[in-house]
């Protein structure tokens, strides 16, 4: 397998404009997570997916945040409009997990947003 | 309530020598996995080792393992023999395993290692 595979890996994008953030974790995971990295908060989880569906999105920051999963293949990330505080580094990261917790989240390699 | 947390922003290492980084976590949930994860300046995301809630023998993987000291909440990665190589961004990380497993991340340490 390819490992999680995110898209794309760097996105300069003008304040106020939509931006999607794509990813593909690996095959056979049902747990799917992304996080936001910034120099002040570190890793914060935004929101993860249990065989698709959305289980916890209390660390989206605000409603400008949203995220799908329509299948177990493919999840987005999307900020409209997007602010300039939004600039970071997202992961998208995914796993195995219902009855294996031992199991490591593998991550993709980031997006590197940067919002101007 | 912060649930994993890492106090040292940063620490230093000459080479050779061996380094502990510091993690506490907070859960009630009896059944919970530990993880170490290296972010190097490339910016990826690398598992080293984990440890589960039940396991009875500390977790070793090679130059890491961990000290885990249940009682105190505690899951310290311990690095031996430090190389130049291990200088990057440390970060310990809990799953909670009842019901839905999410994962979350304390906010690191940056780990410089010296000639």
């Known amino acids: 397998d390819a490992g999680v595979i995110q898209s794309p890996r760097h996105e300069v994008t003008e304040m106020g404009q939509e931006v999607t953030l794509r990813c593909k974790p690996i095959s056979g995971h049902d747990y799917l997570f992304w996080y936001r990295q910034t120099m002040m908060r570190g890793l914060e989880l935004l929101i993860y997916f249990n065989n698709n569906v959305p289980i916890d999105d209390s660390g989206m920051p605000e409603d400008r945040f949203s995220a799908k999963m329509p299948n177990a293949s493919f999840s987005t990330l999307k900020i409209q409009p997007s602010e300039p505080r939004d600039s970071a580094v997202y992961f998208c990261?995914?796993?195995?997990?219902?009855?294996?917790?031992?199991?490591?989240?593998?991550f993709g390699q980031g997006t590197r947003l940067t919002v101007v | 309530a912060q649930k994993i947390t890492q106090t040292q922003p940063g620490m230093f290492v000459q080479e050779k020598e061996a380094v502990t980084l510091d993690c506490t976590y907070d859960?009630?949930?009896?059944?919970?996995?530990l993880f170490w994860y290296k972010q190097p300046s490339s910016g990826e995301m690398i598992f080293l080792i984990y440890q589960g809630s039940y396991d009875q023998q500390n977790a070793t993987e090679g130059r890491y393992s961990l000290n885990f000291q249940k009682a105190r909440k505690s899951a310290n990665l311990v690095i031996s023999a430090s190389q130049l190589g291990d200088s990057a961004m440390y970060f310990c990380a809990m799953r909670e395993g009842t019901g839905f497993q999410k994962l979350v991340f304390g906010t690191g340490t940056r780990l410089l290692v010296s000639p």
């Open positions: 859960t009630s949930d009896p059944s919970y996995g």
């Open positions: 990261a995914s796993s195995l997990g219902t009855g294996r917790m031992n199991t490591e989240a593998f």
